[in-house]
């Protein structure tokens, strides 16, 4: 029987939603291993709409449920309905609605706050022992929630194939400890069954990208 994997979307697009190309790799990696995906996402209205051509806020409303059933094709429940018992693992996607979203990163930095159905499912699976996968910037969800975890958001240096690497300067400000790994690589905590890949925080090409999600997803499903 294959695991069942929840995974968590915070809209649809990388200025304002979940990176589009990341919850792709994430559902077919799953897909290919044969684990069953389970979307979810927080019946909320987004932070800011974004046109995605001009790079500028637009005057419009959009809410996260349902502008996260356009990646999903319809198939994606109110994260409040979420029961951690009945999943084997939890799976975050990045994007910029991560942190507009799921939590006020992008305004507040260390000083965030997590949405509270957010934060509650991360804290339901890692009580639960269950293995957490994040990738991109969701990896500062974990460093918001559970102190001292160990993630990784890439290169800790910026330049320009690592233009985010300052948020590896926040998770450490947090008292995370931010380990230094390539676009293709994932990084395990095993004390806190949590794993994290640098995504598009990396300037890579997309099958690089593909294949560091491939590399959390794998490592996510082992310890499940």
Not at 114 to 119: D, P
Not at 189 to 213: E, I, Q, R
Request: aromatic share 4%; proline share 4%.
């Amino acid at each position: 029987m294959g695991k069942k994997v929840a995974v968590i979307l915070a809209g649809c697009g990388v200025y304002d939603g979940s990176e589009v190309h990341e919850a792709s790799a994430v559902l077919v990696h799953l897909s290919r291993a044969g684990a069953q995906a389970e979307l979810y996402a927080p019946n909320i209205e987004q932070m800011h709409v974004v046109d995605h051509v001009t790079g500028q806020p637009t005057s419009e409303t959009r809410n996260v449920l349902v502008e996260s059933g356009r990646i999903a094709r319809g198939n994606v429940k109110d994260l409040a309905l979420l029961r951690v018992s009945d999943l084997d693992a939890l799976i975050v996607p990045g994007g910029f609605g991560v942190a507009k979203n799921l939590c006020s990163w992008a305004v507040k930095g260390k000083d965030c706050t997590v949405n509270q159905a957010v934060e509650d499912t991360v804290r339901a699976f890692h009580a639960a022992k269950k293995p957490i996968g994040l990738c991109c910037i969701s990896p500062v969800l974990a460093a918001k929630i559970l102190p001292g975890c160990e993630v990784t958001v890439g290169q800790d240096t910026e330049c320009a194939e690592w233009p985010f690497a300052q948020t590896a300067q926040g998770i450490k400000s947090m008292g995370c400890k931010h380990v230094n790994k390539h676009v293709h690589e994932a990084h395990v905590d095993a004390k806190n069954k949590l794993v994290t890949t640098s995504a598009f925080m990396c300037n890579a090409p997309f099958h690089k990208v593909f294949d560091g999600v491939g590399a959390m997803v794998h490592e996510v499903l082992k310890l499940a």
